[in-house]
């Protein structure tokens, strides 16, 4: 994996860097060996904050961290960008198995059996041989049973100060939320949440 280290107060020591390398190896083994990733290091006050942002070729994780020490904030930014991902290569996995899921539901076709002409005529005749009995043939929905969602209510996903989109993306990512509904300075409402394909989709509210 390809690292860039950006300071914006200080030095990046050589074990930082080590340690930051050995961190991004286990996102390497979850999303390939093609994906870069750029360490950004800053300080507000006596926090020492660690942006992370991971680049993979249909996904951009960006996770922060904060600590009393460099060292502990980029632990923090690694755990984060590993939970995310965790979260995209599991939900690429299920979207490969849904076509296979889908065939699986559907029912096959249910033979009948024909109807003689001479019993749609109504023409009654002296049975020969066994008798025959009507067999009721039943077809099973082709569609899984729709199952009531269990709602939970949550105020994590409202972010109280204005903000911008890139704030709000990190925001999300710090949470590892999926949802997040934020407004800006000017008094604009937004909806942030991540689509299936794991994109970041903004809608704003009129």
Do not use: C, W
């Amino acid at each position: 994996m390809k690292v860039e280290f950006t300071a914006r107060q200080g030095k990046i020591s050589k074990a930082l860097r080590t340690q930051a390398e050995e961190g991004l190896e286990d996102i390497t083994r979850i999303l390939g060996k093609s994906v870069r990733a750029s360490v950004t290091t800053g300080a507000q006050r006596h926090v020492q904050i660690v942006e992370l942002t991971v680049q993979a070729r249909q996904q951009t994780i960006a996770a922060t961290g904060k600590g009393a020490t460099l060292d502990a904030a980029l632990r923090q930014a690694i755990d984060h960008a590993v939970n995310q991902a965790r979260k995209y290569r599991d939900r690429r996995m299920e979207g490969k198995r849904l076509p296979k899921e889908e065939k699986a539901l559907t029912a096959p076709p249910v033979a009948r059996p024909k109807v003689r002409a001479e019993a749609a005529a109504g023409e009654s005749k002296p049975a020969r041989g066994k008798a025959r009995a009507s067999i009721a043939v039943h077809s099973y929905p082709s569609r899984a049973t729709v199952v009531e969602p269990h709602i939970l209510k949550s105020a994590e996903a409202i972010a109280l100060r204005p903000m911008t989109i890139e704030e709000a993306v990190k925001e999300a990512e710090f949470r590892d939320r999926d949802l997040l509904i934020f407004h800006n300075s000017a008094g604009d409402m937004f909806v942030l949440h991540r689509r299936r394909d794991g994109q970041m989709e903004l809608v704003e509210v009129p």
